[in-house]
Structures are given as structure tokens and as C-alpha cells.
T-cell receptor, first 112, second 116 residues
């Protein structure tokens, strides 16, 4: 079946540092890929998505590129802020199961 | 304000005592879903509903029931809760579910359930 693997956290960075959170997936067919963000005490919010190979999703300074050859969708940001501290989930769509398959989440802590 | 509202936010109960977690959305969404979030496992789908009176099992449906009598409401029912159902639960909705990355899922703020 489909699966998503994320790097374990927590990831601790200083403000203005460069961020990479790795995500790889296993899927049949050509799923769409997503990054969701969960701030403390809240539900998940869509951060960005990509629907086909080589697409780049971007939002709020975050970017991720759908790499079919490496089955990856790594999240990057050039300069993190304290307000980016949250848990980040990589996910893929599974039309057959009418569900998103989520990774285990990566907690990001940004220190001033 | 467009939102998905879950109640309660926190619930502590004992084994075997039936409970219901409510979920309501005000966006006229057709698709609704329940997930549970456990450390190291991410979110796993419990049940989903494509529209009124249409529900189906997700990956971890054992021990749960749902109903979709109205478009806006999708309650999660635990007939006889057990400690292994201690978890953080999220309701989500979308205009429709598309495998090609269509309308995004909107999540509620979660219900933290503890079963002792």
C-alpha cells in the first residue's frame, strides 16, 4: 500500500536558518503530494501541494518539488522564523481510499 | 467564519462508557472524514463520508461508528471505548475528495480523548 516517510524530529534551528524536512513516498500510480502544518492546539492546515511530477508547490516562503525519480517531496524554507515552529506533515492523496496518507510528522522548533 | 467545529476539546472517560464526539462544518462540504493522530504514526483515517447517508470505513474503523444524517454533521461514536482508543481525534471536511489534489481538507481543532 501507499506510505509516506518523514525525517524524525524535533528539528531545532535558530531564526533565519535554512530549513529542509525530508519526505519520501511509496505509491502506485501518480498521487498528489501535500505538506500540512499543525500549530499548537490547532488542526492541520494545508501549506502547499503539487499534483504532478516536477511541479513546485510554494506558500509563505516554503517550497517543495515533486520528484518522481526519487519519490521525494522535501520541504524547504530559506529563512525560518520563530512563528514557523509547528509540526509539519507530508501526505499523499489516495483516490481509491478517499483518504490522505500522512507521514508521522516532524516537529520544528525555531529559537530566537 | 468558515470552520469545522469539534466538541468536546478534551474528554476523559472510563472503559465501556459510550461516548459521542460531534463534528459540524458550515461550508456546505460534501466530504467529511475522521482521523486519529498517535505519536509516531501520523494521522490515520477512521471513517469517511462522501455525502449524506454515504459512509465507508477507513484504515482503522474497529470500535467506531459514524453517521451522516445531515450534510453539516458527522458524529463519531464509540459504543464501548477501550484504553487503546486514547488518542487525538480530528474531523476534516472538503467540498469534494479528489485524488488529484482538489479542494483542500479543512480540519477541526481536535478532541483529545483519554480512556482509563
Amino acid at each position: 500500500g501507499n506510505s509516506v516517510t518523514q525525517m524524525e524530529g524535533p528539528v531545532t534551528l535558530s531564526e533565519e536558518a535554512f530549513l529542509t524536512i525530508n519526505c519520501t513516498y511509496t505509491a502506485t500510480g501518480y498521487p498528489s503530494l501535500f505538506w500540512y502544518v499543525q500549530y499548537p492546539g490547532e488542526g492541520l492546515q494545508l501549506l502547499l501541494k503539487a499534483t504532478k511530477a516536477d511541479d513546485k508547490g510554494s506558500n509563505k516562503g516554503f517550497e517543495a518539488t515533486y520528484r518522481k525519480e526519487t519519490t521525494s517531496f522535501h520541504l524547504e524554507k530559506g529563512s525560518v522564523q520563530v512563528s514557523d515552529s509547528a509540526v509539519y506533515f507530508c501526505a499523499l492523496s489516495d483516490a481509491g481510499r478517499r483518504a490522505l496518507t500522512f507521514g508521522s510528522g516532524t516537529r520544528l522548533q525555531v529559537q530566537p | 467564519e468558515a470552520q469545522v467545529t469539534q466538541n468536546p476539546r478534551y474528554l476523559i472517560t472510563v472503559t465501556g462508557k459510550k461516548l459521542t464526539v460531534t463534528c459540524s462544518q458550515n461550508m456546505n462540504h460534501e466530504y467529511m472524514s475522521w482521523y486519529r493522530q498517535d505519536p509516531g504514526l501520523g494521522l490515520r483515517q477512521i471513517y469517511y463520508s462522501m455525502n449524506v447517508e454515504v459512509t465507508d470505513k477507513g484504515d482503522v474503523p474497529e470500535g467506531y461508528k459514524v453517521s451522516r444524517k445531515e450534510k453539516r454533521n458527522f458524529p463519531l461514536i464509540l459504543e464501548s471505548p477501550s484504553p487503546n482508543q486514547t488518542s487525538l481525534y480530528f474531523c476534516a471536511s472538503s467540498l469534494a475528495f479528489s485524488g488529484t489534489g482538489g479542494p483542500p481538507l479543512h480540519f477541526g481543532n481536535g478532541t483529545r480523548l483519554t480512556v482509563t
